[in-house]
């Protein structure tokens, strides 16, 4: 890490507090040199030192069932827009924010946010995307043709999820019970709810590029501290209506090191995150992931962050984006934010949809 990158990585809130909060003296002696003799040794060490205790603080970040069961009653948008409300936090996305995002497009460069479809099995790709040609530049008459055909829930393939995804004591978001999933499919809360699309302001939170690494290493637990860090560094404050995408470098941890079982070990979302994002009101939020870290810290309860997201507030998640080009066209502009545009396939009673969301700059 470059010495100007390691002074503005201990200068953050999170990494000032670890060392001034700290009880222990030889922490608070070694903060107090940092800060007097700006030593390039002693701000490297700080900086090793700090991110072990940052990844040390996951395990105490810990929650019981029992508490995160509790925050379906607390958290709830259960009745906040009707009792027959079908959309969710979606409702946050107004005519007014609609027209703030438009106002965002100023070069025009435009990137997608979904990754290229994979049909390799693979360790985090138990459902291949089936493509096959059914007519060729061989075949009789003047076209070709395809097949697509993909199982896109899981952790390989861009997709949103419906709010009729996710149950939880027997109940989806809206108090709607499980039983309104049946054969023919969701007959409450369905991907076809947001057939008219999605139009309004997106915000790539870059985590590994706040810490000045690559990716973050599986396990690591983004946690409400990490997201005030994030609106220090940027200037930018998460408000209502906003569309918010974590990256994690999920993408090119596994361009070098392979694929590996996300459903196990990744990094993502703390379930203490939830409220944070409940009271910002925002309105979608979604990940290069699956958006819960893996573990949890949560006993008992491996997908807490999903749960609580799609069943307590009604929010539908992204899962799986592709967010490198986002991230870098966001350092090119010099802003996060952006117009952020995707539309599901309109299937009736659908648990969700592959998409190919877009980020207008």
Same mark, same amino acid.
């Not at 703030?100 to 990137?111: I, K, N």
């Given at each position: ?32 040199? *940092? ?7 002693? %701000? /490297? +060490? !700080?900086? =090793?030192?700090? @991110? ?37 936090? *979606? ?7 609609? %027209? /703030? +995002? !438009?106002? =965002?497009?100023? @070069? ?47 952790? /390989?393939?861009?997709? =949103? ?54 990716? =973050? ?145």
């Amino acid at each position: 890490m470059l010495p100007d990158m390691s002074e503005r990585y201990l200068s953050s809130p999170l990494f000032v507090n670890i060392f001034e909060e700290s009880d222990d003296e030889w922490l608070v002696s070694l903060w107090e040199k *940092v800060m007097c003799r700006k030593n390039k040794i002693l %701000i /490297a +060490a !700080a900086v =090793l030192l700090s @991110t072990s205790l940052v990844m040390n603080t996951n395990a105490q970040e810990e929650l019981s069932q029992e508490e995160v069961n509790s925050w379906f009653e607390t958290l709830s948008n259960w009745g906040r827009w009707g009792a027959d409300d079908q959309l969710g936090t *979606v409702n946050l996305i107004t005519t007014e924010t609609r %027209i /703030a +995002a !438009a106002r =965002l497009v100023e @070069t025009g460069v435009s990137v997608s946010m979904a990754h290229p479809i994979l049909t390799d099995e693979a360790a985090d790709n138990f459902n291949p995307y089936d493509h096959r040609m059914t007519s060729i530049g061989s075949s009789p008459g003047p076209w070709s043709g395809d097949f697509i055909g993909v199982t896109y829930h899981g952790y /390989a393939h861009s997709h =949103l999820d419906a709010l009729c995804h996710r149950f939880q004591f027997g109940t989806m978001y809206n108090g709607y019970s499980e039983d309104e999933v049946t054969e023919e499919g969701c007959q409450q809360l369905s991907i076809a709810g947001f057939g008219d699309g999605i139009f309004g302001r997106g915000i790539v939170m870059d985590f590994p590029r706040l810490r000045g690494i690559d990716w =973050l290493e599986n396990g690591t637990a983004i946690t409400p501290e990490w997201l005030e860090e994030w609106e220090a560094e940027h200037g930018i404050t998460i408000g209502s209506g906003d569309i918010v995408l974590i990256r994690t470098g999920r993408w090119p941890r596994r361009d070098a090191l392979g694929p590996w079982d996300l459903s196990q070990n990744s990094a993502g979302l703390h379930a203490s995150t939830v409220a944070w994002f409940k009271e910002r009101n925002i309105a979608m939020i979604g990940s290069d992931s699956a958006l819960d870290v893996k573990p949890s810290y949560v006993e008992n309860f491996p997908q807490p962050v999903h749960a609580l997201v799609l069943v307590a507030l009604g929010m539908p998640i992204f899962d799986n984006l592709d967010l490198e080009a986002v991230a870098e066209e966001a350092v090119r502009h010099g802003r996060p934010e952006f117009l952020f545009t995707t539309a599901p396939l309109r299937v009736e009673g659908g648990t969700g949809s592959p998409l190919n969301p877009i980020a207008t700059f």
